[in-house]
Every structure is written in structure tokens, then in C-alpha cells.
């Protein structure tokens, strides 16, 4: 009897602990967190012939940072950029793989935007010179008229070269292919430090305008066997601001 006394008056107390116990402990684990308000870009890259381009690298470059995403087995892609991080009206991404010609895409670059893009892609060529997928500015940040008022990335200055090499000679002049905006002025093209062509009016919006043609000059009189060179220089603008503001990408530089 004395053995039963002592256990019926142990077990309330006993509980009772064990109570407070579970109560101070769930207590603890309970927080709260607001969800980051973030812009959301996606896409599908795939070939123009059909299927999907796995493991290509996307790319939103900014001064502060560089967003990354690579696509999946199906060619889907997302990135997200807080809100809070400063972007342009219309933002570029640029897309490449070493199966494509580089690509690039514009989505809007307002807060809460959720956006997507599909990017049908040609398979490049076999005589490709100049490959770069890169953004590009050129200028001297005054950003002079509306269509370049706002640009992702600062200047890297007037303009920018690539050099190639040539077995020979060729008998015609390449092809050039990129993606560009801010154009008011004439961008100029050069190879070997002579002027073959030019850049026109990109789109008046400020969004991205597609150049595809072949180079217009003499091929015997500005290419040669051995290292070339290739500048993208940006074109004067007005007297009280000298240089055009442009952002080009995705250039390539082939023979078909």
C-alpha cells in the first residue's frame, strides 16, 4: 500500500513537467518569414529543326552580378532577380551552347514580372571566326536619346575587337550575326582597321533588334592569311554628346 501512495502522487507531477516540457519547445521552434518579392524569367531553348538544347549557359549580366541558370535535359531554364536589385526597362539574357549560334532575349525588367520566352535556335556552322555570347556597351554613358536610355552593363569604352585567323585570303567576305540596342547612330564595322559596314537604327523602344548579313567590301583588299581583326566601334552622336550608347551580344562571325 505505502509503494501505491507514493506512485498515484508521483505521476500527476510527473506529467505536469513533461507538459510544460512540449509547450516550451514548440514555442521556440515557431517563426515567421515573408516571402523576398523577386522577378522570375524563364524559357525553353530548343533547336529549330525540334528538341531541346540540354546544358546550355543563360546569362542576365549586370554590374553588380551575373545571373546564371543552365537548361535542363528538356532545354527549360529560370532565373530570378530580387526586386530590390536595380534592371533596366527591358533586360537582356543571352543564351549559348556549343551546338547553336548564340542567342539572346528581352523581357520586361519591372518589379513582380514573371516572364517567359522560347528561343528556336540554328545549329552553327563549320566556319565560324569570331564567336561571343557576351553583353557588350560602348559609349560613354551619357545615354543620349530614348532608345538608350537605359543599358544593363557600363561602357567598356568606344569600341571592342576580336582578331581570327585565315589559312588565306578568302574570296568573299563573312558573315556577321548579333544582337543590338541603343543603335541611333551608325555603328561602325571593321576588320584590319578599314571600314566594311555598319550597324543601322536598332529598335525604337530600346529593345533588342537581330542583324544577320554578309560584310560589304573587297575581301582581297582588307583580309588576309594569318591574324585578323575584328572592332564593333560605337558611331558619334551630337556635339553635346559625342558618342552613341549601345549594348550588342550573341556576335559571330562565319563563312557559310
Same mark, same amino acid.
Not at 29 to 51: C, D, K, L
Given at each position: 500500500?505505502?509503494?501505491?501512495?507514493?506512485?498515484?502522487?508521483?505521476?500527476?507531477?510527473?506529467?505536469?513537467?513533461?507538459?510544460?516540457?512540449?509547450?516550451?519547445?514548440?514555442?521556440?521552434?515557431?517563426?515567421?518569414?515573408?516571402?523576398?518579392?523577386?522577378?522570375?524569367?524563364?524559357?525553353?531553348?530548343?533547336?529549330?529543326?525540334?528538341?531541346?538544347?540540354?546544358?546550355?549557359?543563360?546569362?542576365?549580366?549586370?554590374?553588380?552580378?551575373?545571373?546564371? /541558370?543552365? *537548361?535542363?535535359?528538356?532545354?527549360?531554364?529560370?532565373? /530570378?532577380?530580387?526586386? @530590390?536589385?536595380?534592371?533596366?526597362?527591358?533586360?537582356?539574357?543571352?543564351?549559348?551552347?556549343?551546338?547553336?549560334?548564340?542567342?539572346?532575349?528581352?523581357?520586361?525588367?519591372?518589379?513582380?514580372?514573371?516572364?517567359?520566352?522560347?528561343?528556336?535556335?540554328?545549329?552553327?556552322?563549320?566556319?565560324?571566326?569570331?564567336? @561571343? /555570347?557576351?553583353?557588350?556597351?560602348?559609349?560613354?554613358?551619357?545615354?543620349?536619346?530614348?532608345?538608350?536610355?537605359?543599358?544593363?552593363?557600363?561602357?567598356?569604352?568606344?569600341?571592342?575587337?576580336?582578331?581570327?585567323?585565315?589559312?588565306?585570303?578568302?574570296?568573299?567576305?563573312?558573315?556577321?550575326?548579333?544582337?543590338?540596342?541603343?543603335?541611333?547612330?551608325?555603328?561602325?564595322?571593321?576588320?584590319?582597321?578599314?571600314?566594311? @559596314?555598319?550597324?543601322?537604327?536598332?529598335?525604337?523602344?530600346?529593345?533588342?533588334?537581330?542583324?544577320?548579313?554578309?560584310?560589304?567590301?573587297?575581301?582581297?583588299?582588307?583580309?588576309?592569311?594569318?591574324?585578323?581583326?575584328?572592332?564593333?566601334?560605337?558611331?558619334?552622336? *551630337?556635339?553635346? @554628346?559625342?558618342?552613341?550608347?549601345?549594348?550588342?551580344?550573341?556576335?559571330?562571325?562565319?563563312?557559310?
Amino acid at each position: 500500500m505505502i509503494g501505491k501512495r507514493i506512485w498515484n502522487r508521483v505521476l500527476p507531477y510527473c506529467l505536469t513537467i513533461t507538459a510544460v516540457s512540449l509547450v516550451t519547445a514548440s514555442c521556440q521552434e515557431v517563426t515567421t518569414m515573408e516571402p523576398q518579392a523577386e522577378r522570375v524569367y524563364s524559357g525553353h531553348v530548343e533547336y529549330a529543326s525540334g528538341g531541346g538544347v540540354s546544358d546550355a549557359a543563360v546569362a542576365i549580366p549586370l554590374d553588380s552580378h551575373t545571373y546564371r /541558370a543552365s *537548361t535542363n535535359n528538356s532545354g527549360s531554364w529560370t532565373i /530570378a532577380i530580387p526586386d @530590390d536589385v536595380a534592371l533596366p526597362a527591358k533586360v537582356i539574357a543571352t543564351i549559348d551552347h556549343v551546338s547553336i549560334m548564340p542567342e539572346a532575349e528581352s523581357f520586361p525588367g519591372n518589379p513582380g514580372t514573371h516572364s517567359a520566352r522560347s528561343s528556336s535556335c540554328t545549329k552553327i556552322v563549320n566556319h565560324v571566326y569570331v564567336k @561571343d /555570347a557576351g553583353l557588350h556597351h560602348l559609349g560613354n554613358d551619357r545615354y543620349g536619346g530614348s532608345p538608350n536610355s537605359q543599358l544593363q552593363v557600363s561602357t567598356e569604352g568606344l569600341e571592342k575587337s576580336y582578331t581570327f585567323h585565315l589559312d588565306q585570303a578568302p574570296g568573299r567576305m563573312p558573315m556577321i550575326r548579333l544582337y543590338a540596342r541603343g543603335i541611333q547612330e551608325r555603328t561602325e564595322i571593321k576588320i584590319n582597321g578599314i571600314s566594311v @559596314d555598319y550597324l543601322g537604327d536598332s529598335d525604337s523602344s530600346g529593345g533588342l533588334s537581330r542583324y544577320n548579313f554578309r560584310l560589304t567590301a573587297n575581301p582581297s583588299t582588307v583580309l588576309h592569311g594569318g591574324t585578323n581583326t575584328l572592332t564593333i566601334r560605337t558611331g558619334a552622336y *551630337t556635339e553635346s @554628346d559625342p558618342w552613341d550608347d549601345v549594348e550588342f551580344c550573341s556576335l559571330i562571325l562565319y563563312f557559310e
